[in-house]
C-alpha cells in the first residue's frame, strides 16, 4: 500500500500560479505511476494529469495542456503539479493518485490522497 498527502493548495488570482505537492509513504515509490484529479462544486471527479514511474511519459488532460506540468522526484518520494495561467474555473479539490498500471491511474487509481483545496478568484 502506499499512503498520499497533498500539500500546496491556496487561493490565488486569475493568471496566477500555485505548485501542489503530494508526499508518498509505504511501499516503494517508483512501483506507481501517480496522476492528479481534481473535482469542483457539483461536479464529477476529473483527471487533469499523469507520470510514468520513471516521469519519462506525461499525460494530460485537454484544459490543462501547456499550463499545467507533472513532474516527480523518484528520491523525495513526491509528485508535483505545476499550474500556470490559472483560470477561474480551475477551481477545485485537486487529488494526487497512485496505481501500478499506467491505464488505470488515468482512470480508476487504486489509492487517493485527501485532496487539496485550489480557488482561482477572477
Known amino acids: 500500500q502506499v499512503q498520499l498527502a497533498e500539500s500546496g493548495g491556496g487561493l490565488v488570482q486569475a493568471g496566477g500560479s500555485l505548485r501542489l505537492s503530494c508526499a508518498a509513504s509505504?511501499?516503494?515509490?517508483?512501483?506507481?505511476?501517480m496522476g492528479w484529479f481534481r473535482q469542483a462544486p457539483g461536479k464529477a471527479r476529473e483527471f487533469v494529469a499523469a507520470i510514468s514511474r520513471t516521469g519519462g511519459s506525461t499525460y494530460y488532460t485537454d484544459s490543462v495542456k501547456g499550463r499545467f506540468t507533472i513532474s516527480r522526484d523518484n528520491a523525495k518520494n513526491t509528485v508535483y503539479l505545476q499550474m500556470n495561467s490559472l483560470k477561474p474555473e480551475d477551481t477545485a479539490v485537486y487529488y494526487c493518485?497512485?496505481?501500478?498500471?499506467?491505464?488505470?491511474?488515468?482512470?480508476?487509481?487504486?489509492?487517493w490522497g485527501q485532496g487539496t483545496q485550489v480557488t482561482v478568484s477572477s
Open positions: 493518485a497512485a496505481d501500478p498500471n499506467y491505464v488505470d491511474v488515468r482512470t480508476t487509481p487504486d489509492y
Open positions: 509505504g511501499r516503494t515509490f517508483t512501483t506507481y505511476h
